[in-house]
């Protein structure tokens, strides 16, 4: 089976832009978390989707929102981008909603300047 | 809120030295799983464990959950060169379905 995919790999954005990010989760899997990850703050959990709701969401404020289509595949939106918003973002999917045993993708690594 | 620390941050050893990584919970666990994560790569499952006091092993790693269900460790017998990568923890409150809290990582560098 093909892993979970994830584009763009890098991105450049400005502050002030917006930018979505997608992910591709395995196969037959319907779970799909997100995770921002920064040297500083390490792996932190953005928000859970499982068959396109939004099952759970981590301490992020509303500037980053999330959706996930009836295919399984979730996009990621960050909007008003702030320097601090820089890192590396991290989609995993899962079997089941509240699926423990996360599949990581690559991740996009963001850079805000 | 719900806390995962993981110790040490940093963990220098030589090849064929043991290596052990803790991780603790405010608050008690559903289940706790471990994760690796190569330099500049994503990362990865190793194993979940549920059962208080319950104790697995692949390989050379040793996974253990402690009787309270608070608190975890993974440890490395004879370290070779290919264990080198952060090591994650993370944990799901029990009650709380879904949202998986990540310890810090314990990072290993091991010299040949």
Redesign the interface.
């Known amino acids: 089976k093909a892993g979970v995919t994830q584009t763009p790999r890098y991105l450049i954005k400005t502050r002030g832009q917006q930018v979505t990010l997608s992910c591709s989760p395995i196969s037959g899997h319907r ?1 799909v ?1 997100w ?1 921002q990850q920064t040297p500083g703050q ?4 953005l928000f ?1 989707y ?1 068959s396109e709701t939004q ?2 969401k ?2 992020f404020p509303g500037r980053f929102s999330g959706r996930q289509f009836s295919n399984s595949r979730s996009e990621m939106n960050v909007s008003t981008l702030e320097l601090g918003d820089s890192a590396l973002y ?1 989609c ?1 999917s899962g079997t089941t ?11 996009t690594r963001l850079t805000v300047t | ?1 719900q806390q995962v620390m993981q110790i040490p941050q940093y963990q220098h050893v030589q090849e064929g030295e043991d290596f052990t990584t803790y991780c603790n919970s405010s608050t008690t666990l559903s ?1 706790i ?1 471990w ?1 690796k994560q190569r330099p500049g ?5 190793l194993i ?1 464990l549920v059962k208080s006091g319950e104790v697995k092993k692949q390989k050379r790693l040793t996974f253990q959950f402690g009787e309270a269900k608070k608190n975890s460790s993974l440890h490395i017998t004879a370290t070779q060169t290919t264990d080198v990568g952060t090591y ?1 923890c ?1 944990g ?1 409150r029990s009650g ?10 314990t990072t290993l560098q091991v010299k040949p």
């Open positions: 779970s978390s995770y390490g792996l932190q959990f859970e499982f099952r759970n981590g301490n991290l995993a909603a509240g699926s423990y045993e996360q599949y990581f993708g690559p991740g | 809120g289940n799983q994760y790569g994503h990362p990865v499952f979940q994650f993370a799901v709380n379905t879904g949202k998986l809290i990540f310890g810090q990582g």
